[in-house]
C-alpha cells in the first residue's frame, strides 16, 4: 500500500516540507496538497507534479500521513473539518506554533495521533530543525514515519510538550537571530569602507563557515570561539567589547521574550 501524505495548507513552510520529502525520494503520486486558489492548486500540480485540491476532506480521505500548514487560529476549523474524514490509522502533524496536544485532541475523534511539531525557515532550504512531540496515541512506528518525512528537509529531535516554549526561543526564531547579526556585520563592513556586496558576502560566508564548523568538529561553541580567540589580538578584543555592552544578557533577555511569548499563545 503506497504512502499518501496529505500536505493542509501549503504556505512556505508546508511547501518546504513537501519539496523536502519529494527532493528526498517520495513519490510525487503519494502526496496531495490543498490550497484556497485555483491557481495556486495549478501551480502545485504543475511545480511538483503532485495532486492538489481545494478539498482538505478529500485531500485526508486516503492519507496516513496528514500535515497541517495552517495559522494557529485556523486550526481549529480545520481539525473540526477533516476530523472524520481520516483514516484509522492516520497521524495528523501540526506545525502551528502554541498549539498543544490536548487543544487539537479536543477538536479530533478519539484516539487519533497528533504530533506536535516546531519547525523553522532553514527547512525552505533542507536545513531546518524540527522538535516533534508525539501524543498517547501515537505509535512508535507513526512517530518514526512523521519524523521521516520531517528529515527530508531538516534534522528532528523529539522533545517533551513542556519544552515547546524554549525550542521555539531557541531554533523557531533562531533564524532571526542570526540574519539581525549578518545585517549588523554587513553595516559595519560598509561603515569600515568595504562595498556592500563585498561587505555581504563576506558576512554570510563566514556565518555559514561557522555553521558548518559547529555541526562538523565536534568542538563547543566556547572551544571554538577559544581557538579564534589570541591573547592580546583582533578577536578578543571584538569579544571584550560586546561583553561590556551586555550583547550576551541582551541575547538572553531576547530568548526569554521569544519564550514567554511563545507560552502565552498555549
Avoid at 487519533?112 to 522538535?131: D, E, F, I, L, Q
Wanted: hydrophobic fraction near 45%.
Amino acid at each position: 500500500m503506497p504512502v499518501t501524505i496529505a500536505f493542509i495548507g501549503t504556505g512556505n513552510m508546508n511547501e518546504a516540507i513537501m519539496a523536502g520529502a519529494l527532493a528526498g525520494g517520495y513519490d510525487a503520486a503519494d502526496v496531495v496538497a490543498t490550497a484556497r486558489r485555483d491557481e495556486r492548486i495549478s501551480a502545485l500540480k504543475e511545480k511538483y507534479g503532485v495532486e492538489a485540491t481545494n478539498s482538505n476532506p478529500e485531500a485526508v480521505a486516503d492519507a496516513d500521513t496528514v500535515v497541517l500548514g495552517v495559522k494557529p487560529y485556523q486550526l481549529d476549523d480545520i481539525l473540526t473539518e477533516i476530523g472524520e474524514h481520516l483514516t484509522k490509522d492516520a497521524v495528523v502533524v501540526s506545525l502551528a506554533v502554541g498549539r498543544t496536544l490536548e487543544s487539537m485532541e479536543a477538536k479530533l475523534p478519539e484516539g487519533v495521533a497528533v504530533v506536535r511539531v516546531m519547525p523553522n525557515t532553514p527547512s525552505m532550504v533542507g536545513k531546518g530543525m524540527h522538535a516533534v512531540t508525539p501524543n498517547e496515541a501515537c505509535s512508535d512506528e507513526q512517530l518514526a514515519r512523521t519524523k521521516s518525512l520531517l528529515a527530508a528537509s531538516g534534522d528532528v529531535v523529539t522533545v517533551a510538550e513542556k519544552d515547546h516554549d524554549a525550542v521555539t526561543a531557541v531554533s523557531g526564531s533562531g533564524p532571526a537571530y542570526l540574519f539581525y547579526i549578518a545585517d549588523a556585520m554587513v553595516e559595519a563592513g560598509v561603515l569600515l569602507g568595504l562595498q556592500r556586496d563585498v561587505a555581504h558576502r563576506l558576512a554570510v560566508q563566514t556565518i555559514v563557515g561557522a555553521g558548518a564548523m559547529l555541526a562538523e568538529s565536534g568542538d563547543s561553541p566556547v572551544q571554538l570561539r577559544e581557538k579564534v580567540s589570541s591573547p592580546g589580538g583582533t578577536t578578543i578584543m571584538a569579544l571584550a567589547e560586546l561583553d561590556r555592552r551586555a550583547v550576551r544578557a541582551a541575547m538572553v533577555a531576547a530568548m526569554q521574550a521569544s519564550h514567554d511569548r511563545s507560552a502565552s499563545m498555549n
